[in-house]
């Protein structure tokens, strides 16, 4: 099975509200990376994370590595939220980014 | 800030030709990297180069080759193209070390007729 899996696969969302998207890993990550895949194709970093939480404006992460899962909270979904989300897990903090396993994203479309 | 730039953003090729993906970085990087992505599947790591004229093997590594240039320039091969490799090639570069997250470029897509 997936090593990082991430859901819900698609997700669709009205203009200004609300959700939540997810990943479990059944590998021992010790650090987890948030990606935004914009239309133009570049992956654009959005978090890092060790287990702790994050917040940068209208995003919020957190990431349990005892119970293996990491969340990307979007508040006040905005029409350029749009794209594909991915979430990489690094398996140790000394680790390189060469080590990361990727999920297969979640494709989010926000809706006016 | 910086930016990474892939060259051709669409490449065309036969099969069986060999083919070359370029990238170029003016983050001033230690590591470059390049990844597949599969539609609807996650990045997999083909090489990666800690420094110049370094060269690191991913999961992905076979039927490709690499070569690291320059300290900004990190460029991918496939061998022999076939029509079960068209993709999207990304390149990435980051910092060496704990903490450094991953820069990428907007990526080239690779067509075999």
């Known amino acids: 099975g997936d090593k990082v899996k991430q859901s819900p696969s698609a997700l669709s969302l009205q203009e200004g509200t609300n959700s939540a998207l997810r990943c479990n890993f059944s590998i021992a990550a010790t650090t987890v990376q948030w990606f935004l895949q914009n239309p133009r194709g570049s992956l654009i970093n959005l978090f890092y994370?060790?287990?702790g939480t994050k917040e940068n404006g209208r995003l919020k992460s957190a990431f349990d590595s005892k119970e293996s899962y990491s969340t990307l909270h979007i508040r006040d979904a905005q029409l350029e939220d749009s794209g594909t989300y991915f979430c990489?897990?690094?398996?140790?903090?000394?680790?390189?980014?060469?080590?990361?396993?990727f999920g297969k994203g979640t494709k989010l479309s926000v809706k006016s | 800030g910086g930016i990474i730039t892939q060259t051709p953003k669409f490449l065309i090729g036969q099969e069986g030709q060999k083919l070359t993906l370029k990238c170029q970085q003016n983050?001033?990087?230690?590591?470059m990297y390049w990844y597949r992505q599969d539609s609807g599947k996650g990045l997999r790591l083909i090489y990666y180069?800690?420094?110049?004229?370094?060269?690191q093997k991913g999961d992905l590594s076979e039927g490709y080759d690499a070569s690291r240039e320059k300290k900004s320039s990190f460029s991918l091969t496939v061998t022999s193209a076939q029509k079960n490799e068209m993709a999207v090639f990304l390149c990435?570069?980051?910092?060496?070390?704990?903490?450094?997250?991953?820069?990428f470029g907007e990526g080239s897509r690779l067509i075999v007729v």
């Open positions: 994370l060790v287990p």
């Open positions: 990435a570069s980051s910092i060496t070390g704990v903490g450094n997250t991953l820069y």
């Open positions: 983050f001033n990087h230690d590591t």
């Open positions: 990489a897990a690094g398996p140790n903090s000394g680790g390189s980014n060469a080590k990361l396993t």
């Open positions: 180069s800690i420094t110049e004229n370094d060269l």
